[in-house]
């Protein structure tokens, strides 16, 4: 069955968009060119005031002024924009320093995604798929960022508290400060490091992935020095663990 919209809220926001172009404005003016009686148009008004989205000028004759709230959505917006552009501008840095693919991971509910990729210029290379999901046991990527999540973030990605054995690899991780792994793809190997926002809490995972014969062990330090300054340029705090 079809869900249908809600009637009254598409109000509230046809409301909501008539004051921010008109601001200030009152209600019998909002009513006139909504073409929508004066007790709707006040409901809507009251409805967006008591949740922060509008306010009324201090006039003899109340009218109604889009509320600071909006800005600060703005503001999150833009900031967020802003990231995404610095991540690929470090992605696209990284595939150049190192030669394969890179790749930004983050954590979206119970799984890790691909959320941003620079593709390596060479003809072997690899290219995971944006939206993709990486396992958390096995990924570099999962590796890396577990053993700065909380216990019950550990479970909700792992589908299951880490045993004795995983705990001690994951620490070691933590120690080196990146991970590599080949599980998820044979044929591929991934190396990882954490990035982390103010306050320390882990919100990603920047990594490069290429043939595995072309990133032998003896490569990883190298590697993973490239890919631990990378995420350092991206990074806005020191690691934190339990988050």
């Known amino acids: 069955m079809a869900v249908k919209g809600s009637s009254t809220g598409a109000r509230v926001l046809e409301v909501f968009e008539a004051v921010a172009e008109h601001q200030p404005v009152g209600v019998a003016a909002l009513s006139r060119m909504l073409g929508i009686d004066k007790s709707a148009v006040q409901r809507a008004l009251v409805t967006l005031a008591e949740q922060g989205w509008i306010q009324a000028r201090d006039d003899p004759t109340t009218r109604w002024e889009t509320a600071p709230r909006i800005l600060n959505i703005a503001h999150g917006s833009r900031a967020k924009a802003d990231l995404r552009q610095r991540i690929q501008s470090v992605l696209e840095q990284l595939a150049v320093r190192t030669g394969e693919t890179a790749i930004f991971n983050e954590p979206s509910g119970s799984h890790l995604v691909v959320s941003q990729v620079a593709e390596s210029q060479q003809a072997l290379r690899m290219a ?5 999901l990486v396992p958390a046991r096995d990924s570099a990527t999962g590796r890396v960022l577990l053993p700065f999540l909380s216990p019950d973030r550990q479970v909700e990605l792992l589908g299951e508290p880490p045993d004795a054995k995983f705990r001690a690899l994951l620490d070691a991780c933590r120690s080196a400060g990146y991970a590599a792994s080949s599980e998820v793809n044979a044929p591929a190997m991934t190396i990882a490091a954490p990035v982390f926002e103010v306050g320390g ?43």
């Open 128 to 132: 995971p798929r944006i939206g993709a």
């Open 201 to 243: 809490r882990p919100i990603g995972v920047v990594a490069i992935s290429g043939p595995a014969e072309r990133m032998p062990s003896d490569s990883h330090p190298r590697l993973a020095e490239l890919v631990r300054e990378a995420a350092a340029r991206l990074s806005d705090g020191s690691p934190q663990a339990g988050a």
